[in-house]
Structures are given as structure tokens and as C-alpha cells.
């Protein structure tokens, strides 16, 4: 089946910083998704980006298909960002069936 | 619009038992799906109903089963528990169409503990 990479997997910032995380996959995909997991454990829609770029206020994300791989900006980071970030795909000729990366923990520090 | 709901939001059992954890889809969505998340494992996709049929499946055991609704609310069961299953259990909704390349949306989950 497919794989779906992140990287890193451990991050420590301090507020203020900037920070980008990786999704490397290894097949074509219909669909791909940031979640951001809150300490209760709920999945928080950040973007549905199959390809091309996206904005959300202080978060960002492209993916380039054709190359296989995603990335999620994070600019002036706050306390609130911190959790683990997730990047899932649905490969193609599937329907609603995500393959999950194993995630970058973040932890953002005063 | 509402989200997706899940009930229980936690859950105790014993070894042997079984359990039954109900997802509720957002309005007008036909697509359930659950998805297992444990430490050691990450997260795994357990089956999708679409439209009260079980259209993708996983890779785990017969214990695992499930089923959907005519109004798109699915239950999903697991039989003679065992400590391993202990995890976070989310379910996802999608699809006013059935077409591939939709938005996921994911419910608080239920988490359970096998004693």
C-alpha cells in the first residue's frame, strides 16, 4: 500500500518562531489532508490540499502532486499550536479511506 | 451544521467482553468511516460504509465488524476484546456523492480501555 512519511518527528520551538513540516508519499493520490490532534485527541481539519497552495491565517500548505510530497508553514508559532500534526492521503482509485503519516509532535515553548 | 458525533466518548470493558460504538455523520453526509489510533500502531483504518454498504475494509480481524444505517449512522463492534484493542477509536464523515477526493471530517472519538 502506500507510504506516507513526516518529518521531523519531534519539534521543540519557542513562540515567535517559524517552522515547516513534511509529508513525502509514494503514490498518486486523489486527496490529502492536514489534521492538527488536540490533547483530547480530535482530528482538526487544517486543509484538503491534493495539490497546489493554500492560506489559513498564520498556517500555510503546498503539495506538488507530481512530485509527491507536502508541506505545512507555521508562522509566528504560539503555545496553542502545540500537538501533533498529521498528514493523511487517500490513494488513487480508493474513496474515503486515508493512509495516515505517524506525525510531528510540536511542542511550542514560552 | 452540526459535526460528527461519537458516543460513548469513553468506555471501560474486560477482557472477553465486546462493545458497540456509535457514529453519527454530519447532515447529509453518506460515508462512515472508523479509523483505530494506538501508540504503538498510529492510526489504521478499520472499514467505510457508504450508502449501508461496507465499501473499503482494513486490514484487521473478524472481531472487527460493523454496519450502517439507512439516515448514514454507523455502529461498529468489536467482539471478545482483547488488551491490544485498547485505543482511540474516530470515526470520519465524507461524500454527499460517493466520489473519491472528498473532505474527511472526524468526530471527537471514543476512547476505550480493556482491562
Known amino acids: 500500500g502506500i507510504q506516507v512519511e513526516q518529518s521531523p518527528p519531534d519539534l521543540i520551538l519557542q513562540e515567535g518562531a517559524n517552522s515547516t513540516l513534511r509529508c513525502n508519499f509514494s503514490?498518486?493520490?486523489?486527496?490529502l489532508q492536514w489534521f492538527h490532534q488536540n490533547p483530547w485527541g480530535q482530528l482538526i481539519n487544517l486543509f484538503y490540499?491534493?495539490?497546489g497552495t493554500k492560506q489559513n491565517g498564520r498556517l500555510s500548505a503546498t503539495t506538488v502532486a507530481t512530485e509527491r510530497y507536502s508541506l505545512l508553514y507555521i508562522s509566528s508559532s504560539q503555545t496553542t499550536d502545540s500537538g501533533v500534526y498529521f498528514c493523511?492521503?487517500?490513494?488513487?482509485?480508493?474513496?474515503?479511506?486515508?493512509?495516515f503519516g505517524t506525525g510531528t509532535r510540536l511542542q511550542v515553548t514560552l | 451544521k452540526a459535526g460528527v458525533t461519537q458516543t460513548p466518548r469513553y468506555l471501560i470493558k474486560t477482557r472477553g467482553q465486546q462493545v458497540t460504538l456509535s457514529c453519527s455523520p454530519i447532515?447529509?453526509?453518506?460515508?462512515v468511516s472508523w479509523y483505530q489510533q494506538t501508540p504503538g500502531q498510529g492510526l489504521q483504518f478499520l472499514f467505510e460504509?457508504?450508502?449501508?454498504?461496507?465499501?473499503n475494509k482494513g486490514n484487521f480481524p473478524g472481531r472487527f465488524s460493523g454496519r450502517q444505517f439507512s439516515n448514514s449512522r454507523s455502529e461498529m463492534n468489536v467482539s471478545t476484546l482483547e488488551l491490544g484493542d485498547s485505543a482511540l477509536y474516530l470515526c470520519?464523515?465524507?461524500?454527499?456523492?460517493?466520489?473519491?477526493?472528498?473532505?474527511?471530517?472526524f468526530g471527537p472519538g471514543t476512547r476505550l480501555l480493556v482491562l
Open positions: 470520519a464523515s465524507s461524500s454527499l456523492i460517493g466520489a473519491t477526493g472528498e473532505t474527511q471530517y
Open positions: 503514490d498518486s493520490v486523489n486527496n
Open positions: 490540499i491534493p495539490s
Open positions: 493523511a492521503v487517500e490513494p488513487t482509485g480508493t474513496a474515503s479511506k486515508l493512509t
Open positions: 447532515s447529509g453526509h453518506r460515508s
Open positions: 460504509y457508504f450508502s449501508e454498504t461496507q465499501r
